[in-house]
């Protein structure tokens, strides 16, 4: 999936599964994106579970994994906005250790290079206003807020959501 100074996008494989499910909780309840009693805890810490139903990605530096994300493709278990013609990513992380490199932002160019050359008119994501970091990356990238499919949490959080079109139309 490419290379540049050391960072490496690739599919990730089962010795892969622990460390991206310790780096997705971690970060996510570290950062406040969700409680640490919070039941999704352990549905993020499950990537073994997760790779059976969706694509994951990681990025790799210098041999360590140091970033990840969940790709859904439309009609499985993890697709939660995206609607006909889109791919959906979800779950993108950054080690603490590793920001500034470059991590998330290839492996959201990852996911963008893989809708294109499967000719998915757009990609969605789901973020939180929480996550100031990744929303920096998706409004570079040309993500769009699209709040008329803005969705809520059961505990009445707004989540919203973002769409880069690769499709005129």
């Known amino acids: 999936m490419g290379s540049k100074d050391g960072l490496v996008v690739r599919a990730a494989r089962p010795e892969d599964y622990a460390a991206i499910g310790e780096l997705t909780?971690?970060?996510y309840v570290g950062e406040g994106h969700v409680h640490p009693d919070s039941s999704y805890v352990a549905e993020l810490?499950?990537?073994s579970r997760r790779a059976t139903l969706a694509d994951i990605l990681v990025a790799e530096y210098e041999g360590r994994v140091v970033?990840?994300?969940t790709v859904a493709r439309p009609g499985t278990p993890y697709a939660e906005v995206a609607l006909p013609g889109e791919l959906e990513?979800?779950?993108l992380?950054?080690?603490e250790s590793a920001r500034g490199l470059g991590a998330g932002t290839?492996?959201?160019r990852s996911v963008i290079e893989r809708a294109r050359s499967e000719s998915f008119a757009g990609v969605a994501i789901t973020t939180m206003t929480t996550m100031t970091d990744a929303r920096r990356i998706y409004d570079?990238?040309?993500?769009?807020?699209v709040p008329e499919r803005d969705w809520?949490?059961?505990s009445g959080m707004r989540l919203p959501v973002l769409r880069l079109a690769l499709v005129e139309g």
């Open 45 to 47: 810490a499950d990537t």
């Open 25 to 27: 909780a971690r970060v």
């Open 67 to 69: 970033g990840s994300l």
């Open 152 to 154: 809520f949490t059961d």
């Open 89 to 91: 990513f979800r779950m």
């Open 106 to 108: 290839a492996l959201v």
């Open 140 to 145: 570079r990238l040309g993500f769009v807020r």
């Open 93 to 95: 992380v950054v080690s």
